[in-house]
């Protein structure tokens, strides 16, 4: 299900009572405010305001519902506490048809709600800048490309040309004994065949682009490399990317790509 479609599912839920709980919490190791994990000392703070005004009302039942989803977030962040990025976004329910999570690499406001419903409007928000998009990195003989959402990198692929039977295909990184494959030596067919026509050279990487926009739910995409390099492969696309940035990123790390690429 593509995070769009998850949104809607998010908004189109109620419950007949207050049973849905919606967490907003930043957990960014690189923001001055999180230094030493201050994000656990938020997400507790922030449960225990919520219990101390179910408490209040005198409603037990809610208050049973309120500590069933409590106890089922705070396992869920403890369990992964070691892996935690730019923010954590969760929706859950005591009623157990609703457990939704998301792990981002954007910035998060922290905020506690709740409601009968998910509050949906800051993961919204997100979602508009941040939407599922692939970030195209046409090289000389190879096309990495990164499968992103909510700034977060899903998948990271490499295709490589093959000058022999003229196709891409996608790169194997180890081979079956467990090393890493090492490129073959047809640079002077490829240089040759690649200086012909640059935009023939990457036509064959289209049909693999189409299909995986298909498949990932690729609102945007973005085309980064050198210029000769990226204009050739953006003139062998059925539409125009988002953006195109000249700038070979190919061996940077894919933080670092989304960094250069989705927030500049």
Known sequence: M????????????????RSVLSIYLN???????????????????GLKRIGEYIEASGDEKELKAFNKVKEKVKNEMEKNSLELRKGAVIFASAN???WSVHYVQVPVKTNFYWEDHPVTEQLEYMYKAYPEAGIIMPSFGEVRILDTALGFVRDDVTFKYDPVSETWNEKVKIDS???RAVADSKTAVLDTHYRVNASTFYKGMRTTVEQLR???????????????????????????????????????????????????
């Open 96 to 98: 157990e048809d609703l």
């Open 27 to 45: 957990t960014n190791p690189a923001d001055p405010e999180q230094l030493n994990g201050a994000w656990a000392i938020h997400l507790k703070s």
């Open 214 to 264: 298909k498949k990932r739910g690729w609102r945007e995409y973005h085309v980064a490399g050198e210029a000769e390099m990226a204009n050739a492969f953006t003139d062998t696309l059925r539409d125009s990317p988002a953006s195109c940035v000249y700038k070979n990123l190919n061996n940077s790390k894919a933080n670092e790509v989304i960094n250069q690429i989705l927030e500049k």
């Open 177 to 179: 004994r467990g090393r």
């Open 2 to 17: 593509t995070i769009n479609k998850e949104i809607e599912a998010l908004k189109a839920y109620t419950s007949m009572d």
